[in-house]
């Protein structure tokens, strides 16, 4: 039986992360859109070792035809990690984590989304994580807003997410794996930056209001700096050149 | 895969009037909008159960009951007992549930109120090794709605809680040879320690305005949704956004405060629930 294992030392003297990054520094990011030819858009973004993979199909015909609305579009949402993503092989059947993180990740989608333009559709959101190594919902959410900007779907702004923590009492920006399993708390945000509107908002673990407030101020922070990424890769992808 | 709902329909003029009420700070139901419902709280109510509670919020009606059983630990915790939550919207509880294994809805608000109970470690499961590494007891908590008039996962959290103040672990007997443990369910040997009451605060968004304890009727009119946990402390042990609509950083801050007031009210209902169960094992009702 494998003994309880000894929780690391996650701030170090000179006040530097497990990861050496300084408290408010994000992971290095990457984010690529239109990876895959048959999907309307797709991106896949990189937060360190968090890769994450997300296609969107639509506005399209639903199928069953019951299943749409008269006045909108049905957002529908599937979040999943991938078998071999995890340290231990993740079953392929649905878990209970990711039932409920497609729910969330979906409404942190739907306040963006104009879904009021294309009804009876549906629009289908599919996120993939490839590698796991903490805040897949987050970089799920900042790739699919770049998926369905991919897709040509007319949006109020762009969503992008992040998650922060609380680590040996120090918040913390973008936690990763080690952060997440050994920190204090765990607290994803996603936000539409341009409009100051919050779509996501989890807390896992305990904070004072305090310090919930610092780090909601740190979260916000974050995702202006990636949100600033998605519109860059965009621009570049879409912007016409000029002679 | 998750699925935009389908709003439910309410009359215009009912939507109209209660969105008038709330403009001058008033509820249908006479209400303040920082006001939640009549509570009643019935512990103990499944003799069969080593704890249960019935809770009544306004016309939501909530029933959880805690079994015990002797299972293995988790490889990376082995000497500590294991917490299993389940919620399920019964049929019975309304037109909108059908039947069938929990829907997106029902494992959201089991797993708001497992993180809320683990996260500020509500039971002391360190202490619920019975051969460590080996056995320990498995919390078994499960939820059932039985009538659904708005605000379900605070109604859940509070009976979830009580329950837990009040479950009795039953009699064991430990055959030193073989390690088998038999349950002796008609003895107890006290009651299970919980470290601290928490509670969770749901604050809604109808249009622009932020109210507490909906019923179905508002609840059906929100666009937002934000789930506080909070400690007996005062500490924000979880938080949940849901809902199509978005929040601002200020609504954000408006529903802490909500919770943050809403909260000692709701912890002393649970204690004073449970008071006279833990009483009669000779524990005080402040906790451990």
């Known amino acids: 039986m494998a003994a309880e294992k000894e929780k690391p030392k996650l701030i170090d003297e000179k006040g530097l992360r497990v990861d050496g990054r300084r408290p408010d520094e994000l992971r290095p990011i990457d984010m690529e859109v239109g990876v895959l030819k048959n999907a309307d858009g797709s991106a896949l973004v990189k937060y360190g070792n968090t890769w994450v993979l997300a296609a969107v199909y639509g506005p399209r015909e639903a199928v069953p035809k019951h299943m749409t609305l008269p006045d909108r579009a049905v957002l529908r949402c599937r979040y999943r990690m991938l078998s071999f993503s995890t340290h231990e092989r993740k079953s392929p059947a649905p878990s209970r984590r990711e039932i409920e993180l497609s729910k969330v990740i979906r409404e942190a989608l739907e306040p963006a989304v104009l879904t009021e333009l294309y009804p009876r559709t549906t629009i289908d959101i599919f996120i993939e994580v490839l590698n796991a190594h903490g805040g897949t919902r987050t970089a799920g959410v900042t790739a699919a807003a770049l998926a369905l900007a991919d897709a040509g779907i007319p949006m109020r702004d762009l969503v992008a997410g992040v998650a922060v923590g609380k680590v040996d009492g120090i918040i913390v920006l973008d936690i990763n794996e080690n952060e997440d399993m050994y920190g204090e708390a765990d607290m994803p945000v996603a936000a539409m930056p341009g409009l100051g509107r919050i779509t996501l908002l989890q807390l896992n673990g305990v904070l004072t209001p305090e310090e919930f407030r610092v780090a909601l101020k740190l979260a916000l922070q974050g995702i202006k700096r990636i949100y600033d990424m998605q519109k860059e890769v965009l621009r570049h992808k879409y912007a016409v050149v000029e002679e | ?288």
């Open chain 2, 1 to 288: 895969m998750s699925v935009t709902p389908e709003l439910p329909i309410i009359p215009k003029l009912k939507a109209n009037a209660i969105l008038n009420l709330l403009a001058r700070g008033q509820r249908i139901d006479k209400r303040r909008l920082d006001e939640y419902r009549e509570i009643t709280i019935k512990t103990g109510y499944v003799p069969n159960a080593e704890g249960s509670a019935y809770v009544k919020l306004g016309n939501t009606q909530v029933l959880a009951g805690v079994k015990l059983e002797v299972g293995q630990p988790y490889a990376d915790a082995p000497n500590e007992g294991v917490l299993i939550v389940n919620a399920e919207f019964i049929p019975a509880a309304s037109p909108s549930f059908e039947p069938g294994p929990p829907d997106e809805n029902a494992i959201e608000l089991a797993r708001i109120i497992d993180r809320s109970l683990r996260e500020p470690r509500v039971i002391e499961t360190n202490k619920l090794a019975i051969i460590p590494g080996k056995k320990v007891w498995i919390i078994w908590l499960d939820i059932y709605v039985l009538d659904h008039d708005g605000n379900l996962i605070d109604a859940c959290m509070l009976a979830s809680m009580t329950a837990l103040m009040s479950t009795r672990i039953p009699a064991i007997d430990v055959n030193k040879e073989t390690g088998e443990v038999t349950i002796k369910r008609e003895e107890t040997q006290g009651l299970l320690p919980i470290s601290r009451l928490v509670t969770t605060v749901s604050v809604y968004k109808i249009g622009n305005y932020l109210v507490v304890d909906p019923n179905q009727e508002e609840e059906a009119l929100s666009s937002a949704r934000l789930s506080i946990t909070v400690t007996e402390e005062g500490l924000i042990a979880g938080l949940q956004k849901a809902g199509l609509d978005h929040l601002t950083e200020t609504e954000i801050e408006k529903a802490i405060e909500l919770a943050l007031n809403n909260a000692p009210k709701l912890i002393t209902a649970i204690r004073e629930a449970a008071k006279d169960i833990r009483a009669k094992e000779g524990i005080n009702s402040e906790g451990g």
